[in-house]
């Protein structure tokens, strides 16, 4: 199975700050990674896939890059409703796994 | 609109077995592979499985195979996971997620808590 690495764990940042979060693959999963947005009484947002393009209708201040094993979410200019979980995901092959999460808090 | 609705809490004996369904419209049922994700109190998630509704073909995580039961309904739109043999180690909440080709999951149901008490 194909272990996703994700950090930092937790981050405290600032609304207009910029924050990236990381995500290494055990393999190479080629492009094929996720990144979903976590939100009490919300359901789970797909922000990313196949590491840098957006899911409609997601702001273009999240980005994501990386192919092979390394993948960086950053997230520009931080807007109040951008504080919640993030995961990376591969769906490169199967069992699809996922990272351990990010809690993204306002300092 | 694409709404993944799921069926409500559920509290389960040890060794009995729960049944979740999730309720999918605002698309075609059978255009789209459902998956379920596992995620335990405090935790990440995990990958359960999925099923081809058209063709009821599924597959499932390997820790998953004997715990997890993946059926759907294209009658009523209706996936359905079926956790038997319950542990406190099945307490979670459980997501059925649409996945597009190569695209990840873009639609999420709201999750189902599952509470294994005696």
């Known amino acids: 199975d194909v272990q996703m690495t994700q950090s930092p764990s937790y981050l405290a940042a600032s609304p207009g700050e910029s924050v990236s979060i990381s995500c290494k693959a055990s393999k190479s999963i080629n492009t094929y990674l996720a990144w979903y947005q976590e939100k009490p009484g919300k359901t789970n947002k797909l922000l990313i896939y196949s590491g840098s393009t957006l899911q409609s209708g997601t702001p273009s201040r999240f980005s994501g890059s990386g192919s092979g094993t390394d993948f960086t979410l950053t997230i520009r200019s931080l807007e109040p409703e951008d504080f919640a979980v993030y995961y990376c995901?591969?769906?490169?092959?199967?069992?699809?796994?996922f990272g351990s999460g990010t809690k993204l808090e306002i300092k | 609109e694409v709404q993944l609705q799921q069926s409500g809490p559920e509290v389960g004996r040890p060794g009995s077995s729960v049944k979740i369904s999730c309720k999918a419209s605002g698309y075609t049922f059978t255009d789209y592979v459902m998956n379920w994700v596992k995620q335990s109190p405090g935790q990440g998630l995990e990958w359960i499985g999925w099923i081809d509704p058209e063709y009821g073909s599924t597959d499932y995580a390997e820790k998953f195979k004997k715990k997890a039961t993946l059926t759907a309904d294209t009658s009523s739109s209706t996936a359905y996971i079926q956790l038997s043999s319950l542990t406190s180690e099945d307490t979670a909440t459980y997501f059925c997620?649409?996945?597009?080709?190569?695209?990840?999951?873009?639609?999420w149901g709201q999750g189902v808590m599952v509470t294994v008490s005696s």
């Open positions: 997620a649409r996945v597009a080709v190569a695209t990840g999951f873009d639609y």
């Open positions: 995901q591969q769906h490169n092959e199967y069992p699809l796994t």
